[in-house]
């Protein structure tokens, strides 16, 4: 098939551009190296869910990849580029109820891609809309430690065809279990993470079925002036199960993912009640069956 490897790409676009809870990245563990786990949107204070009431938060994701590695860590198809910007909408309702100890909250997530594509001399170029992904959470506080734990799902409403190498959606669902976590100090230290695991459902139009795959996003941080935190931050992306394509597993490997991200990050909050802005540049430094680049990303929050 003529086109399979750039149409393995078609799912980058959702992969940078999909959020999860505290939270959204770049692209392979599943059908077309794409994943909806938005890896490296969320670093600082991840875990630490906010009081009642309603947040808008507005993530610009910049993606950029010159390089897609086979399951050994060879470039793996000649004049390859992506270049994805992305948009991405959030809106945070946290409600005064409590159920298990926890506070109840909701979230919906509306992407917006512009997505360029070049592969083996053929390129696609796209903008539209991405999958929208909507969940239930629960949150629990302390001294120290705060937790919160999402049951989310991605629904197949982005723009897509299988013979476009250049895809918004993903044209698959996807269920996503998601816990978060941070340990804050009144020193400013600020360890905090946010796990999930993706259960994915065949894409229809291609019958394939990407493989499950384990994501974290990772923060070691501190305050250094009252307004400002400075960290080291990160991602993991690990497939847990083969893709398969019409029932047969994909590639020598099962096309399964292994990827690693670090790099710097920067908060600015003049008081907590204020609206918050985090700058962070990820560098992919390892990559299995997935692009490899880099991700700048600006996040704010607000109060509605």
Known sequence: MPLHFPRRLTSLAATVATLTLGWIGPAQA?????????????????????????????YANHYQADRFNDGQGNSAIPGFKVRADV?????????????????????????LVKLKVQAAGASDSRTGFGDIEAASLLAWHGPQWHTAAALAVVLPTGSYSATRMANPGNNITTLRPV??????TESGLDLSTK?????????????????QYLHA????????????????Q?????????????????????????VLALGPALRWQ??????????????????????KGDALWLKAVWAL
């Open 179 to 184: 816990v978060v976590a941070s340990y804050l």
């Open 234 to 258: 990160g991602y993991l992306i690990h497939q847990t199960t083969d893709d398969r394509q019409n029932g047969i597993t994909a590639g020598p490997d099962g096309n399964r993912t292994r």
């Open 87 to 111: 948009l991405v909408g959030r809106v945070v309702h946290m409600t005064g109820t409590t159920l298990l100890g926890g506070q109840l909250g909701f979230y919906g997530v509306l992407p």
């Open 195 to 211: 796990l999930t695991y993706s259960i994915n459902r065949k894409n229809s139009d291609t019958d394939y079925k990407s493989g």
């Open 30 to 58: 599943t059908e077309g190296g794409g994943t909806t786990a938005a890896a490296g949107a969320e670093g600082f204070l991840a875990g630490a869910l906010p009081p009642p009431g309603t947040y808008g938060l507005l």
């Open 270 to 291: 003049t008081s907590p009640a204020a609206p918050s802005v985090e700058l962070r540049w990820l560098k992919e430094i390892r990559a299995r069956n997935h692009t």
């Open 217 to 232: 996003d990772f923060n070691a941080g501190m305050r250094v002036a009252p307004a400002w935190q400075v960290g080291l």
